[in-house]
């Protein structure tokens, strides 16, 4: 719960907590796991999953040389996006299984950021160190262990996430500033009709992770722009939320009543001078903002 939180020094948004004292170098798709009553997320650039019971536990397991994504499964177990391909893992994160490497993922390539959908897919997308242009794709692992190119030529896979209905798929490339709305086929998991919803000026940062609440709003994370904010669903901006880190990665609801949203951060990729100034950065966060979240998607595999 936010309560058992700590508050942030010095902090502009007296409203931000720190959950937990992370100093991720790259944190990552926060997920809430209502069975358990804890929060899963990775650090990318440690190759770590986190699993955080608010005011209990906190636990660490390397599963990767890179983790870029994580998902619930219907078993316990979690599924993960990595360097190697996808991973199934049990609740502890202990893999048991080689990975599934999808189609035109080389050694260049490592998944980013990915989510379930509402058919109980996996959705995840890759990168490559340099932000090749088109050099990626965003890729859906069905609950049969199959591989499927859900949009091909991307540049750096993001966020995704769905309507309530799944019949509307949200999607980030941050090799571009916007942020995308899709037509989706829940039955078969086709992205259609992709069209830009609005775009992030480069002055505001890059866009990263991003929810989808209970009202249908969106929730995205701001790399370098030091904030989430909440736009409604035809794209109009309602609320920005100012953080003390720099690089913001994903926003996720959780708590008993889906009330609290987390948010990870990254330090990995800032100055010396920056270090100092943002003492925070790679922290997990967490505030009330008054509306709630949707119970987490699980994958079927």
Same mark, same amino acid.
């Given at each position: 719960m936010v309560?058992?939180?700590m ?7 007296? *409203?931000?907590l720190i959950a937990?004292r992370?100093?991720?170098m790259?944190?990552?798709r926060?997920?809430? /796991?209502?069975?358990t %009553?804890t ?8 190759g770590?999953?986190?699993?955080f ?6 636990s660490?397991v390397?599963? $990767?040389a890179?983790v ?8 316990? &177990?979690?599924?993960? %996006?990595? /360097?190697?391909?996808f #991973? ?5 994160? $202990?893999?048991?299984?080689?990975p599934? #490497?999808p189609? %035109?993922?080389t050694?260049a ?10 058919a109980?897919?996996f959705?995840?997308g890759t ?6 242009p088109? $050099?990626?794709a965003?890729?859906?692992l069905?609950? *049969?262990g199959?591989v499927?190119?859900v949009l091909?030529e991307v540049?750096e896979s993001?966020g995704?996430?769905?309507?309530g ?8 490339d941050?090799g571009?500033?916007? #942020? ?5 086929d829940?039955v078969? &998991?086709?992205? @259609?009709? &992709?069209?830009t ?7 505001d940062g #890059?866009p990263?992770g991003?929810?989808v609440d ?19 669903p035809?794209?109009?901006?309602? @609320?920005e939320?100012?953080?003390p880190?720099? *690089?913001v ?10 009330s609290?949203?987390y948010?990870?951060?990254s330090r ?7 270090l100092?100034?943002?003492?925070? $950065?790679? *922290?997990?966060?967490v505030l ?5 979240g949707r119970?987490?998607l699980?994958y079927a595999?």
């Amino acid at each position: 719960m936010v309560d058992s939180a700590m508050p942030v020094s010095g902090s502009e948004q007296r *409203d931000w907590l720190i959950a937990h004292r992370t100093q991720a170098m790259l944190g990552e798709r926060p997920v809430w /796991d209502e069975r358990t %009553g804890t929060l899963v997320f990775v650090d990318i650039d440690r190759g770590e999953l986190h699993r955080f019971s608010p005011g209990q536990d906190f636990s660490t397991v390397t599963v $990767a040389a890179s983790v870029g994504c994580v998902g619930l499964r219907d078993n316990g &177990g979690v599924v993960l %996006g990595t /360097d190697a391909g996808f #991973v199934l893992a049990d609740a502890t994160g $202990a893999i048991r299984q080689d990975p599934i #490497v999808p189609p %035109g993922m080389t050694s260049a390539h490592f998944f980013n950021d990915g989510a379930c959908d509402p058919a109980g897919r996996f959705v995840a997308g890759t990168s490559t160190a340099e932000r090749t242009p088109g $050099a990626s794709a965003l890729y859906a692992l069905e609950p *049969d262990g199959s591989v499927r190119v859900v949009l091909p030529e991307v540049t750096e896979s993001n966020g995704v996430a769905w309507s309530g209905d799944g019949r509307t798929m949200f999607y980030v490339d941050s090799g571009t500033q916007d #942020v995308l709305v899709f037509d989706y086929d829940p039955v078969d &998991g086709t992205a @259609t009709n &992709g069209r830009t919803l609005f775009s992030i000026d480069e002055r505001d940062g #890059v866009p990263d992770g991003l929810v989808v609440d209970a009202a249908e709003n969106l929730w995205l994370a701001l790399w370098s722009g030091h904030c989430v904010r909440q736009y409604r669903p035809d794209g109009l901006l309602l @609320t920005e939320i100012t953080l003390p880190a720099k *690089d913001v990665t994903c926003p996720a609801f959780g708590g008993d009543d889906l009330s609290d949203l987390y948010v990870t951060t990254s330090r990995g990729y800032l100055q010396p001078a920056e270090l100092d100034a943002y003492p925070h $950065a790679g *922290d997990l966060f967490v505030l009330r903002p008054g509306v709630t979240g949707r119970p987490t998607l699980r994958y079927a595999g």
